[in-house]
């Protein structure tokens, strides 16, 4: 029998969230309930930002009753502190900027064992993203630390392909899910979880759910740094982030022309809103060499995301060229940091790794998480 919306409204139904006895559905929480043809069912919650331990139990205990009914494959269920529509305040102030309330943050956020969690971010697709995580990744493990790699990209899952990683991760108690791992990094993908070839056509709640689920219920242990590959763009998927963990710092991809440098600036804006720290940004396919005369050419342009870092203020990382070694071993699944470690691009990678570190383990500890609650 295939799951519906009805069994699921009707399973949640039975979940209390206060205590007076007021059902989940009836209290008007709720987000739309999306079930996909795959048997997945993904939800939200909407919470005051103070009432987030509390909520926890009931997000656990609505998990626990969607998961008993038959042909339910996963649950995607996630606490948000958007405020829901009908609330009674205006959306914003004509033409004014968007306000955090002042209620209290949530706490207990981090993630237990892992001391540091950064995001690579690009403010457009198509930069090279994914390849600067997945090398950086590598870079940060050839310093001698524990890492982990979270492919948040929902829409775009890459980390499978780049890590050379088939199958799929292990259920463990309480259904955590037990990460992959390759090259010593442990890594996790929504790609591991659905078909190769599946079209992700998911909301923004659904996305979020998953990448929290993906944050929280994923066996990650002991970890220096996990380094979360973000979505293009400065979307739900950034807010989530920002909501769902106190993220150390944020490192941005971008090519060296305007059209990128102009999303880049968004995305550096959007994480300074938020008080994340700018790690750095990372010009990608800076420089193409011929390999047949040698001669450099500057498709992309030149030097425009380092200019850009001076004048926003950020460290600026480094220089990748555009580079056929570098995509070949990408799409083998053999990053280049670890088929080639002594190669000059290699030490690129390595070198922002070294810097990235050097600003984490320099600085305090992980802030906490900011309060982002759009109204």
């Known amino acids: 029998m295939a799951i519906t919306r009805e069994h699921v409204l009707q ?3 039975t979940v209390p969230v ?3 006895g007021t059902d989940l ?3 008007g929480r709720l987000s739309d309930v999306v079930v996909d043809d795959a048997g997945r069912v993904m939800f939200s919650i909407t919470i005051d930002p103070s009432e987030a331990a509390n909520m926890e139990r009931v997000r656990q205990a609505a998990v626990t009753a969607v998961q008993g009914l038959p042909a339910v494959k996963g649950v995607f269920a996630s606490l948000t502190a958007d405020r829901p529509a009908g609330s009674g305040a205006p959306a914003s102030s004509p033409g004014g900027p968007q306000r955090p309330r002042s209620a209290a943050q949530p706490k207990n956020q981090r993630i237990p064992g892992v001391k540091h969690v950064i995001a690579v971010a690009s403010g457009k697709g198509g930069v090279g993203k994914s390849t600067t995580a997945c090398n950086l990744a590598l870079g940060l493990k050839t310093l001698g630390l524990k890492v982990g790699l979270l492919d948040a990209d929902i829409y775009g899952p890459s980390m499978p392909k780049l890590m050379g990683i088939h199958g ?5 108690e309480n259904r955590i899910l037990e990460p992959m791992e390759a090259y010593g990094i442990k890594v996790m993908s929504i790609g591991f979880l659905v078909e190769e070839e599946a079209a992700m056509i998911w909301r923004g709640p659904m996305v979020m759910s998953a990448i929290t689920q993906m944050l929280r219920e994923v066996a990650w242990g002991d970890l220096d740094v996990l380094v979360v590959d973000m979505p293009p763009g400065t979307g739900d998927a950034q807010l989530t982030m920002a909501q769902a963990t106190p993220l150390a710092g944020a490192v941005i991809v971008s090519t060296p022309q305007d059209l990128a440098l102009i999303d880049a600036r968004r995305g550096v804006s959007m994480f300074k809103r938020v008080e994340i720290p700018i790690l750095g940004i990372v010009e990608n396919m800076a420089t193409f060499v011929c390999p047949h005369c040698g001669q450099s050419s500057h498709i992309f342009g030149h030097g425009g995301a380092r200019d850009e870092a001076s004048r926003l203020g950020v460290p600026f990382l480094g220089e990748i060229p ?3 070694t570098i995509r070949e071993l990408s799409d083998a699944g053999r990053p ?3 088929a080639e470690p002594e190669g000059p691009h290699a030490g690129i990678y390595k070198s922002m790794a070294q810097q990235v570190w050097t600003a984490l383990s320099g600085g305090a500890a ?4 900011p309060r982002i609650v759009i109204e």
């Not at 799929?168 to 463990?172: D, G, S, V």
């Not at 992980?366 to 998480?369: K, L």
């Open 11 to 13: 399973a949640l139904s």
């Open 18 to 20: 206060d205590a007076g």
């Open 25 to 27: 559905v009836a209290s």
């Open 168 to 172: 799929k991760p292990r259920l463990l």
């Open 322 to 324: 555009l580079n056929m």
């Open 336 to 338: 280049v940091v670890v």
């Open 366 to 369: 992980a802030r906490p998480a």
